[in-house]
């Protein structure tokens, strides 16, 4: 499944809240979410939350001594641990259900999440969430889709109409 939209529409937030009403339900949900900062109007960075354990760390910020850099952003190396963490194989191969937020030009140049992306293909078979932009989003579902995607804009979408094609 993917969650779709352009900058700010509101992707991470209806991410956020499928995955509290999956927990809600009793449902174990793996991945990340990556909260945006934002300052004086403008994207800063990105925060990264582990969705199991619900540890956070700075991921990305605008101005900074990158380790990694994509586009705009510098990556910090606490937050790409925490990532890695969080969509390691043994965490994900647990989970009812998998969200990974998000999934952009980086990853599909094999970059960022995309070795964890790469490796779900080989764990048994689990409801999967990709938060992408709409620019990306053929990209994503064609690598990592199996034929069967669907596709959840955001704002349009509600946590509840997510979660009832999930469940």
Known sequence: MLITGQKGQGKTTLAGSVARALQSRGYNVAGILALGLWKD???????????QSGQTAPLARLHGAPDVQAGPFAFLPDGLRLGEQALRPEQLSTADAI???EVGAWELEGGGWAPALDKLAGLPKRATILVVRDLFAGQAA?????GTTLRFPAPQSTPEQVCAALL
């Open 41 to 51: 109007g403008m994207r800063s960075g990105f925060d990264i939350v582990d969705i």
């Open 142 to 146: 064609n690598r990592w889709g199996d």
């Open 99 to 101: 969200l990974i937020d």
